[in-house]
Antibody, heavy 115, light 112 residues
Framework: EVQLVESGGGLVRPGGSLRLSCAAS????????MDWVRQAPGKGLEWLAR??????????EYAASVKGRFTISRDESSNSLYLQMNSLKTEDTAVYYC??????WGQGTPVTVSS | DIVMTQTPLSLPVTLGQPASISCRSS???????????LNWLQQRPGQPPRLLFY???KRFSGVPDRFSGRGAGTDFTLKISRVEAEDVGVYYC?????????FGQGTRLEIK
């Protein structure tokens, strides 16, 4: 059974940083695209970043809204996906989801950016 | 970026009646590999999104067969043959044909 468990969310000041984690299990981690998607309060879904497969050299892609501020990475040894978020803004307040191939989804971790 | 447009945005439906959601993309979603990476997601209140269909019409594990997905190119439809109470929530179309992945605005299904 595929399981994705996000952690690392919380309250952070504008301009601060946060690192989200996603523990993956139940599948061969290196064989799948992994994405981060977020949902601001009462709003729709916004794709943020993708880590391609090992065969694709783990190429990364980003939405324009986070490029240069957020970094997606993964650790094969622990089957973990990360999202390093820097220079956070109030508009980054959202629930952040980890997904496998945008098919399997975690429960999400909330991030609040506020002074 | 490909823009995904859903209609309607609000869908009141009587229990047992059919429902239909349209999704239109601003350009063809046919990938160079010949596949069309159009997915439908359901998000029940207070829950994370859940995949219903991938590649237009391939039903994901556990999805009831009263749900169906169809379409091609730029026009896609999600149908529910007979709405049940558990179908309440927001439905999203999304594409993964190219970067960036984009989502429709969401269609809120409620029971009349």
């Amino acid at each position: 059974e595929v399981q994705l468990v996000e952690s690392g969310g919380g309250l952070v000041r504008p301009g601060g940083s946060l690192r989200l984690s996603c523990a993956a299990s139940g599948f061969t981690f290196s064989d799948h695209y992994m994405d981060w998607v977020r949902q601001a309060p009462g709003k729709g879904l916004e794709w943020l970043a993708r880590s391609r497969t090992k065969v694709d050299s783990y190429i990364t892609e980003y939405a324009a809204s986070v490029k240069g501020r957020f970094t997606i990475s993964r650790d094969e040894s622990s089957n973990s996906l990360y999202l390093q978020m820097n220079s956070l803004k109030t508009e980054d307040t959202a629930v952040y989801y980890c997904t496998r191939d945008v098919q399997d989804w975690g429960q999400g971790t909330p991030v609040t950016v506020s002074s | 970026d490909i823009v995904m447009t859903q209609t309607p945005l609000s869908l009141p439906v009587t229990l047992g009646q059919p429902a239909s959601i349209s999704c239109r993309s601003s350009q063809s979603l046919v990938h160079n590999d010949g596949n069309t990476y159009l997915n439908w997601l359901q998000q029940r209140p207070g829950q994370p999104p859940r995949l219903l269909f991938y590649e237009i019409s391939k039903r994901f594990s556990g999805v009831p067969d009263r749900f169906s997905g169809r379409g091609a190119g730029t026009d896609f439809t999600l149908k529910i043959s007979r709405v049940e109470a558990e179908d309440v929530g927001v439905y999203y179309c999304m594409h993964a044909t190219q970067s960036p992945i984009t989502f429709g605005q969401g269609t809120r299904l409620e029971i009349k």
